[in-house]
């Protein structure tokens, strides 16, 4: 309804300025853009305008980080393996630091295909990611955590065990963390052990 009505008087405001905007050339579309954007809900907003918003908000600190969970969860919404791909080129833009906040603020449940977006995932975001814990209600608190430890694995292997060993030498490490990490490691020597027995075998 917000969506319709702000249209309808965009419209009317384009007849009464029409000259205007013709004689600039086309900067008065550019002025009109960015005038419409502040006014549009975030999820009518482009995902290049969803990005500008995050960043503005963690660089303007207007936010909290629990208050940004819900606006990331709705630019990681999932729609193919395309969107993930759109979703990589556009953090390209961003800087380690910003990305790093992104993590801290995602939801656990965001953070696999989130951390698999980052191009080149440092150490400091992997100890970010796999020490998130999911919510008190959630059934099956381990094969949340996997799927986080799987995603840094996809990446490098190598990665996931820096991470993990800066976290476990960690006095603040969380307290299902090393049950966690042990467990994620039986399993894939377990993989790797069964890929060698069955090679043509799907894991």
């Given at each position: 309804?917000?969506?319709?009505?702000?249209?309808?008087?965009?419209?009317?405001?384009?007849?009464?300025?029409?000259?205007?905007?013709?004689?600039?050339?086309?900067?008065?579309?550019?002025?009109?853009?960015?005038?419409?954007?502040?006014?549009?809900?975030?999820?009518?907003?482009?995902?290049?305008?969803?990005?500008?918003?995050?960043?503005?908000?963690?660089?303007?600190?207007?936010?909290?980080?629990?208050?940004?969970?819900?606006?990331?969860?709705?630019?990681?919404t999932p729609d193919g393996e395309g969107d993930l791909a759109r979703v990589r080129g556009l953090l390209?833009?961003?800087?380690?630091?910003?990305?790093?906040?992104?993590?801290?603020?995602?939801?656990?449940?965001?953070?696999?295909?989130?951390?698999?977006?980052?191009?080149?995932?440092?150490?400091?975001?992997?100890?970010?990611?796999?020490?998130?814990?999911?919510?008190?209600?959630?059934?099956?608190?381990?094969?949340?955590?996997d799927k986080v430890f799987q995603a840094v694995y996809d990446c490098s292997g190598e990665l996931l065990d820096q991470a993990a060993g800066?976290?476990?030498?960690?006095?603040?490490?969380?307290?299902?963390?090393?049950?966690?990490?042990?467990?994620?490691?039986?399993?894939?020597?377990?993989?790797?052990?069964?890929?060698?027995?069955?090679?043509?075998?799907?894991?």
């Open positions: 309804m917000f969506y319709g009505l702000l249209c309808k008087t965009l419209g009317s405001l384009d007849l009464k300025k029409g000259k205007a905007w013709t004689r600039k050339k086309g900067r008065g579309v550019v002025e009109k853009r960015k005038w419409y954007e502040k006014y549009l809900p975030f999820v009518a907003r482009s995902p290049e305008m969803q990005l500008r918003f995050l960043e503005s908000a963690f660089r303007k600190g207007t936010l909290v980080p629990h208050e940004i969970t819900p606006y990331i969860k709705l630019f990681m390209h833009s961003l800087s380690g630091n910003t990305i790093e906040k992104m993590l801290g603020a995602a939801d656990i449940y965001d953070v696999p295909d989130l951390f698999r977006c980052v191009a080149a995932p440092t150490v400091s975001q992997a100890i970010i990611a796999i020490t998130k814990a999911p919510p008190p209600y959630e059934k099956t608190p381990q094969l949340v955590i800066r976290v476990t030498e960690s006095t603040e490490r969380p307290a299902h963390f090393r049950e966690a990490y042990e467990r994620f490691k039986e399993i894939k020597e377990d993989e790797k052990l069964l890929s060698a027995l069955y090679p043509k075998a799907i894991l």
